[in-house]
């Protein structure tokens, strides 16, 4: 018995998944995915988009905060201008996911931001597969 299709690029998607289940992806970035995810109505009540600006700038605070150095923390801030968009920020994968409210949907990234608050969101497969090769940190 063989793998068909479909198992095969479920087992793909996993051992892409188990590799490299964080990376570093810029605030914009994350961003537009988030409102390609709402777009796409993987998040239910996520329609006001100005609820993710204020949940990314929240986890850069909370980010900036954790930041025990004080010498790091300043560079971290003059690099980014203190702005969430310009930062680098760990985006943790999940799972994938193939469901919406039940019913079977094409496969997309649940992500989640591991920070005070907690950020859990579901986005497109290609813009998790597009930040993670933008990360700067090289993936092995």
Partial sequence: MGFTHSRTDRFCQFLEFFMSSQIYAK????FAALINGAKRKYNRS???HSVY???LAES???LIKSVTCREKRRAIIRNT???WRKAYMPLNLALLHHHQAGKPIETHARVYLATDPYLLMDIPLEDWQRMRKLCPINQK
């Fill in 53 to 55: 600006e204020v949940r």
């Fill in 60 to 62: 850069f605070n909370h």
């Fill in 81 to 83: 201008k203190g702005q």
């Fill in 27 to 30: 605030g914009s970035d994350i």
């Fill in 46 to 48: 996520t329609d006001d």
